[in-house]
Structures are given as structure tokens and as C-alpha cells.
């Protein structure tokens, strides 16, 4: 624990950056979707040039949120310098599988091809996200499909963060107990919709955080992620249970203080897996 609170301390001292934001980027600019969930915004560090970039995608059930809603993310990360994207996608029921996976991808893949513009190292950038955000996140990490229509991989992801997220689709708490406007009724479909499907020795660097007052059911898919990635032969897989947070809380309250645990372990993680070669 006194490790813990100097840790914090640091993060505590490094919040010091004026953060400039760059809103209603369109990252599919050959179409159009309603509500302006083609688009992200940045939050930039005063100064900014070659940073490290964290990417975020928000939670919801893929049927709610929107990036508008977390600028407390951007603001978190650019103040400690890292150039922060936040992006909105595509929502169930207007759409399903996989349209939110598919429009992650082209976000990241705008950001990889842009951010240099805007004082980002494309070289340097980490992926997190909330929930269905974590989903996402480790989806875009693992699966090697929506990366590739854009002729990336995994490997351009250098950490993978998921926050209170799940990993097994046709598990408890996930498609068997939602509706099917999201994955669909096949439980091939939820399988192949997993990112669990995919671990490997090779994936990038993961953080895995959840709560103690997260469900039960995603607590247990937290903590079977971190044992199958070992078990997948993945040497850099890291835990921490956030303690005394709701599901929402363990996200929504990481701008509350400096020295706030979620946002702070993964700043430490970025600094170790983002830092300047």
C-alpha cells in the first residue's frame, strides 16, 4: 500500500498540462451516420509533439453512450501528456455486429494515419475503453480481422487496458442474457464474437481492471481473462481490482482527484509500455 500511494503521489505531481481539444473529427469521411458517430474528438497536451497517444472507447451495452460523454477521459490523460482520443461509433438496435468493431477499427486506423498532425506518435499508442468500451478494445487487440481491413494488426497497438469489460460473448451476462439486435441468436456468432477466441503469446501488453462491485458474472470473466492470456503463454499481462467502485463508478470518477486508482494505474501502464524508445 505505501507503494501504491507513492505511485499516486507521482501521478498526483504530473497533472499539469493545459489541454487543448479538437472536437467532430470524422474519421469515415465517405459516409455519414446519424448523430455524429463517425467522429472523435482529441485532447491535446500544451505543447504536445511525438506523445504518446491514448485511445478510448466508451461503454454502453453497444446500444448507449456517446464520446461527448467522456470528456473526463480526455481531460484525465492529455493533462498527464498524452494526446487522448475519444471516439463515438455506431449503436445497437440501429446496427449489430460487427459495425461497432468495424467502426473502432477505422477510428483507430484514421488516428494511426493522422494523429502526427496533431502532436501524436502513431507509433506510441495504447487502447482503453469502459465496459462494452472494453469490449471493444480488447477485440481491436486481439482479433486480427478489423485491424487488417485497413491494413494494420495488433501489433500497431503497443497496450490494451479493458476497464470492467467482458471477453466471452456467449457466456453469462453477455448475449445469452441480452437482446439479439446486438450479436445476433447464434452461438457461433457469439463465439467468433469473443475476444477470448484470440489470445495469443504475442498480443500487446494487457492492464486488466475491474471492481469489486462489478457483477459477479464479470468479475469471473476478468479474472478468467487474465488466467487464459497465461495460459496462451502472454508474459505481460498485468491485474488490479479497483476497491469500493460500482460498475460505473470505477470509470465515471477517474477525473474525481489526481491521485484516483483507475486512471492512475493506467497512466503507470502507459508510461512503461508508451515510453520513448
Known amino acids: ?31 455519414e451516420y446519424a448523430g455524429g458517430k463517425d467522429r472523435l474528438d482529441l485532447y491535446i497536451p500544451e505543447g504536445a509533439k511525438n506523445a504518446p497517444v491514448i485511445f478510448s472507447l466508451h461503454g454502453g451495452a453497444l446500444s448507449a453512450g456517446d464520446r461527448r460523454e467522456e470528456r473526463f477521459v480526455g481531460q484525465r490523460f492529455a493533462a498527464a501528456g498524452y494526446v487522448t482520443v475519444v471516439a463515438s461509433y455506431r449503436l445497437s438496435p440501429e446496427v449489430s455486429h460487427p459495425a461497432h468493431i468495424e467502426d473502432a477499427a477505422a477510428a483507430f486506423a484514421w488516428v494511426k494515419r493522422n494523429i502526427g498532425q496533431h502532436g501524436g506518435d502513431p ?27 485497413h491494413t494494420l494488426s495488433p501489433r500497431d497497438i503497443k497496450g490494451v487496458a479493458p476497464v470492467s469489460g467482458f471477453f466471452w460473448v456467449d457466456k453469462e451476462g453477455v448475449a445469452p442474457d441480452r437482446p439479439t439486435y446486438v450479436w445476433g441468436s447464434d452461438p457461433r456468432v457469439w463465439a467468433e464474437s469473443s475476444p477470448a477466441r484470440y489470445l495469443r503469446a504475442d498480443l500487446p501488453p494487457v492492464l486488466i481492471l475491474d471492481t469489486d462491485g462489478d457483477e459477479p458474472w464479470r468479475q469471473r470473466q476478468n479474472a478468467d481473462l487474465a488466467a487464459a492470456l497465461r495460459a496462451a503463454g502472454h508474459r505481460d499481462v498485468t491485474v488490479h481490482k479497483v476497491p469500493g467502485r460500482t460498475h460505473m463508478s470505477v470509470w465515471t470518477k477517474m477525473n474525481d482527484s489526481p491521485s484516483e486508482e483507475t486512471s492512475s494505474h493506467i497512466l503507470r501502464f502507459a508510461a512503461r509500455v508508451l515510453a520513448a524508445k
Open 1 to 31: 500500500m505505501a507503494a501504491l500511494a507513492v505511485g499516486l503521489a507521482a501521478d498526483a505531481a504530473a497533472q499539469s498540462h493545459t489541454v487543448t481539444v479538437v472536437r467532430d473529427l470524422d474519421y469515415v469521411p465517405r459516409a
Open 123 to 149: 507509433d506510441r499508442m495504447l487502447v482503453t475503453g469502459h465496459s462494452a468500451g472494453a469490449y471493444l478494445a480488447m477485440l481491436l487487440s486481439t482479433d486480427p480481422r478489423w485491424l487488417a481491413a
